[in-house]
């Protein structure tokens, strides 16, 4: 009965959220700009950026084995997206994030935020020299964003986010922030999640491994799994659709991979803030630089903003 209980999985999701039309839209097919605010966190020497005109099809990979970047997977025509970078712009290595900001005249207490997303890195699996960033989902009540440190922006002010690295190479790969504070960094060698959030693959008894490369165990049910993704465990050099939804004070971040039918959650938050304005970003947290800084970016493509009515109802029994 024991090893019936080990090996059973079952998750049941009830629709029950209700979504209005969308109220912000941006697929990038012509240049875009107008419609967002560009926030460069503060460093001494801030190189940051978003390239709005960027062309994914153009991108030659400098390190690691050849890739091809096509089309981003929810309907895009072309390959035309906004490329964020960070820590790119000359040649000293510091602490960087470039934010992006849906420039939206009501933003709602209760939203879905939905996006394509490819986050790049230099070399191959598990990356090369300077590879780790972090893409950042999340929202805020303000446009601004600093840097603390050498570790991660923080929100000058109200405001979450979740963060995920390209290619495992962070000592905590999969991080959630409230404001100033790190509510939590795991990845799924540690111990369990803090109540207040919780990425699934953060402790080892969870079912949906999200960073099975650091323990050496990619697990029956991990998510990122090769070869879709090149470095197991991780979100680099494949398109994902992300879908960040805040209902009151709860906040769930899920996933769908090119030829899934649904999303999967893979992140949960409570007690979140009341941060409004949602926002994408790209960070560079150490002062090492990638070699070479061409490899290194994120793409995003295919953003939508729709108020959330009801929130979303699930239970899921992990192994």
């Known amino acids: 009965m024991k090893n019936h209980l080990l090996n059973l999985a079952a998750v049941l999701s009830l629709g029950l959220t209700s979504v209005a039309s969308a109220q912000f839209t941006a697929n990038f097919e012509v240049d875009q700009s107008s ?17 709005f005109l960027y062309d994914s099809a153009t991108h030659v990979q400098g390190s690691g ?40 005249t009501t933003p709602f207490a209760n939203f879905e935020l939905t996006a394509d997303v490819w986050q790049n890195y230099n070399g191959a699996a598990g990356g090369g020299s300077g590879s780790s960033n972090l893409f950042l989902i999340g929202a805020a009540d303000t446009t601004a964003v600093a840097v603390t440190g050498q570790t991660a922006p923080s929100i000058a002010g109200t405001g979450f986010y979740f963060g995920l690295s390209g290619e495992g190479g962070f000592g905590q ?8 504070t790190t ?3 795991n990845d799924n060698i ?12 953060a402790a080892p ?34 398109w994902t659709t992300f879908r960040l939804t805040k209902f009151g004070t709860d906040a769930t971040l899920s996933a769908r991979r090119v030829g899934d039918t649904t999303f999967t959650t893979i992140a949960t938050a409570t007690g979140v803030p009341a941060a409004l304005r949602p926002f994408f970003a790209f960070g560079d947290f150490n002062t090492g630089q990638a070699t070479p800084v061409s490899d290194q970016f994120v793409l995003i493509d295919n953003i939508s903003y729709s108020i959330l009515a009801s929130a979303e109802a699930s239970w899921s029994l992990y192994q």
Do not use: C, H, W
């Not at 895009?76 to 490329?83: C, K, L, Y």
């Not at 540690?190 to 693959?201: D, Q």
């Not at 960073?211 to 879709?228: E, H, I, R, V």
């Open 65 to 104: 084995p050849a890739i091809t970047i096509g089309p981003a997977p929810s309907g895009s025509s072309t390959t035309r997206v906004v490329r964020l970078n960070a820590n790119v712009a000359d040649a000293v290595g510091t602490a960087d994030t470039a934010i992006l900001y849906p420039i939206i």
């Open 183 to 185: 509510i939590t960094r």
């Open 173 to 180: 790969d999969y991080r959630y922030y409230v404001g100033t």
């Open 35 to 51: 419609l967002f605010t560009v926030t460069i966190a503060t460093t001494a020497t801030p190189d940051a950026n978003a390239n």
């Open 205 to 238: 008894s969870n079912s949906l491994n999200l960073a099975p490369l650091d323990n050496g165990s990619p697990g029956s049910l991990a998510f990122f799994t090769t070869p879709q993704y090149e470095t197991a465990g991780a979100m680099g050099k494949a």
């Open 190 to 201: 540690a111990s369990p999640a803090v109540s207040s959030a919780s990425f699934y693959g």
